[in-house]
């Protein structure tokens, strides 16, 4: 069974740096087929796609957020991490990881539960 | 970046009525479309990719068509589970873009 956890902190102050990581299992960031994503979604708006990762290291990154996110992996310890610098509090969102599961057809299954971030001083 | 719009952004419906919801795309996307069912205060869960293949396990009154711009998406027989925001998702171009989402109720 195919499932992804997302792990972080709940509050973060304003030009803080946010740590996000996604602990994934039943399959491996070693799979040159799969990737994993970071979608995040502020309440009560829609779904914004973030950034993904290829078990060949190849990133991709939202237009309008590029200069704040890095994505990385530890395919060892099966996770996925994303920071995202100088948060704000428009940066209040669920943020989602999810599989993609075939390189190249860029679908997102299955997501895990989200972890609800508020930016707040 | 290309942009998603769907229509409409909600709509009450009985149970067992035809659903139909359109996205549309800035521009040409091929059949690079996907399509997400969210409840609320749960994660989304894909329910149709490349505009008309159901994904295993889905129920078969969710259907969608279309390619190029405009696409649909269609509920058969509308149950009361199927209460939910429904997102279109295009994939032809990176960045990955979603649209605004569809809010379907019961009437």
């Known amino acids: 069974q195919v499932t992804l956890k997302e792990s972080g902190p709940v509050l973060v102050k304003p030009t803080e740096t946010l740590t996000l990581t996604c602990t994934v299992s039943g399959f491996s960031l070693s799979n040159a087929r799969m990737g994993v994503s970071w979608i995040r979604q502020p309440p009560g708006k829609a779904l914004e796609w973030l950034a993904h990762?290829?078990?060949?290291?190849?990133?991709s990154y939202s237009t309008s957020l590029k200069s704040r996110l890095t994505i990385s992996k530890d395919t060892s310890k099966s996770q996925v991490v994303l920071t995202m610098t100088n948060m704000d509090p428009v940066d209040t969102a669920t943020y989602y990881c999810?599989?993609?599961?075939?390189?190249?057809?860029?679908?997102?299954?299955?997501w895990g539960q989200g972890t609800l971030v508020t930016v707040s001083s | 970046d290309i942009q998603m719009t769907q229509s409409p952004s909600s709509l009450s419906a009985s149970v067992g009525d035809r659903v139909t919801i359109t996205c549309q795309a800035s521009q040409d996307i091929s059949n690079y479309l996907n399509w997400y069912q969210q409840k609320p205060g749960k994660a989304p869960k894909l329910l149709i990719y490349d505009a008309s293949n159901l994904e295993t396990g889905v129920p078969s009154r969710f259907s969608g068509s279309g390619s190029g711009t405009d696409f649909t998406f269609t509920i058969s027989s509308l149950q009361p589970e199927d209460i939910a925001t429904y997102y279109c998702q295009q994939y032809d171009n990176l960045p990955i873009t979603f649209g605004p989402g569809t809010k379907v109720d019961i009437k």
């Open positions: 990762i290829f078990s060949n290291d190849e990133k």
């Open positions: 999810a599989r993609i599961p075939r390189v190249g057809y860029y679908w997102f299954d299955p």
